[in-house]
Structures are given as structure tokens and as C-alpha cells.
């Protein structure tokens, strides 16, 4: 079945410092690739998304890579502020179904 | 921001108790979920709706049951509240394109003590 793993948090950066989060995929056909955030006591809602292998998902100056060859679509983002704190999801949609599976969720904390 | 309402917001109820939790969308999209959020598990699926009427099970579904007699109302209902049963619930609705996101609601904390 679908899977997704990603890192382990918290994740606690400085602010303006270099974020990764390592997103690994399990999955039948060529899945869809999310990624959600969920700031403090608020529902999910959608960071960026990649439809197909090669495509870069980017928006707020985040961006994640759609890498089939390593099922792979890690979040980046270059100089992180203390407003990008949430939570990170990982998440996929695959085949005709409307299912999405969700990682675990990485805990940001940015300090200033 | 997708209309999506859930109600109540936050909920303490006792064992052995029913509970019902709504969720009203005003987007008229075909696809409603309910998922649990609990720390280190992320978001699992409880059941979902691919139209009026029509529901499946997800990964977590037992205990729970779920109805929709309108597009725009999706209820979980938890028969017999147990104590393993709190958690964060989130409803998520989706218009059905393969690519599309899933839109979801604030949320309500279930506390069962």
C-alpha cells in the first residue's frame, strides 16, 4: 500500500537559517505529492503541491522537488522566519482513488 | 479560504456516551473525509464520502459511523464514546480532480474522560 515517511522533528532552526525536511515516498502509479502546513490550533492547508516526476512545487519560498528515481519530495526553503513555525505534512494522492495518505507531520520551531 | 465548518469546536463528553460531530461545506464538492489527528500518528482516515449517501471505510474506522443525506453535511458519529477515542478530528472535502487538494476544516478537540 501507499506510504510516506518524513524526518522526525521538532526541528528547531534559527531565523534566516537553511530548512530541509526529507520527505520518502511509497507508492502504486504516479502518485500526486502535497505539502500541507498546520500552524496552532488551525486545520491543514496546502503548502505546495507536484503532479508529476521533475516538477518543483514552490509558494511562500518554499519548494519541493517531485523525484521519482528516489521517491523523494523534501520541503526546502532558504531563510526560514519565526511566522514559518507549524507543522509540517507530507502527503500523497495515487491512482483513481481520493484517498490521500499523510506522513507523521515535522514540528518547525524558528527562534529568532 | 473553502467554506468548511465544524461543529462544535472543542467537546468534553463521558464514556459510553454518544457523540456526533457536523461538518457543513459550502463548496458543493462531491468528496467530504474525517480524519483523527494524534500526535505521532499524523492524520488517519475514519471514513469519507464520494457523493450522498455513498461512504467508505478508512484505515481507523471502527467505532465510528458517518452519514450524509446532503452534499453539504458530512456527520461522524462515535456510538459509545471511549477514552481512546479523543483526539483532534479535522473534515476535509475535495472536488474529485486526481491532482487536487483537499481542503480542510478547524477542527474539534473530543475530549471523553
Known amino acids: 500500500g501507499n506510504s510516506v515517511t518524513q524526518m522526525e522533528g521538532p526541528v528547531t532552526l534559527s531565523e534566516e537559517a537553511f530548512l530541509t525536511i526529507n520527505c520518502t515516498y511509497t507508492?502504486?502509479?504516479?502518485?500526486?505529492l502535497f505539502w500541507y502546513v498546520q500552524y496552532p490550533g488551525e486545520g491543514l492547508q496546502l503548502l505546495l503541491k507536484?503532479?508529476?516526476?521533475?516538477d518543483k512545487g514552490s509558494n511562500k519560498g518554499f519548494e519541493a522537488t517531485y523525484r521519482k528515481e528516489t521517491t523523494s519530495f523534501h520541503l526546502e526553503k532558504g531563510s526560514v522566519q519565526v511566522s514559518d513555525s507549524a507543522v509540517y505534512f507530507c502527503?500523497?494522492?495515487?491512482?483513481?482513488?481520493?484517498?490521500?495518505?499523510f506522513g507523521t507531520g515535522t514540528k518547525l520551531q524558528v527562534i529568532p | 479560504d473553502a467554506g468548511i465548518t465544524q461543529s462544535p469546536r472543542h467537546k468534553v463528553t463521558e464514556t459510553g456516551t454518544p457523540v456526533t460531530l457536523r461538518c457543513h461545506q459550502t463548496?458543493?464538492?462531491?468528496?467530504m473525509y474525517w480524519y483523527r489527528q494524534d500526535p505521532g500518528h499524523g492524520l488517519r482516515l475514519i471514513h469519507y464520502?464520494?457523493?450522498?449517501?455513498?461512504?467508505d471505510k478508512g484505515e481507523v474506522s471502527d467505532g465510528y459511523s458517518v452519514s450524509r443525506s446532503k452534499t453539504e453535511d458530512f456527520l461522524l458519529t462515535l456510538e459509545s464514546a471511549t477514552s481512546s477515542q479523543t483526539s483532534v478530528y479535522f473534515c476535509?472535502?475535495?472536488?474529485?480532480?486526481?491532482?487536487?487538494?483537499?481542503?480542510f476544516g478547524p477542527g474539534t478537540r473530543l475530549t471523553v474522560t
Open positions: 507536484a503532479t508529476k516526476a521533475d
Open positions: 464520502s464520494y457523493g450522498v449517501k455513498d461512504t
Open positions: 502527503a500523497l494522492k495515487s491512482g483513481g482513488y481520493q484517498k490521500v495518505t
Open positions: 476535509a472535502i475535495s472536488d474529485g480532480t486526481s491532482a487536487i487538494e483537499q481542503y
Open positions: 463548496e458543493n464538492h462531491r468528496y
Open positions: 507508492a502504486t502509479g504516479y502518485p500526486s
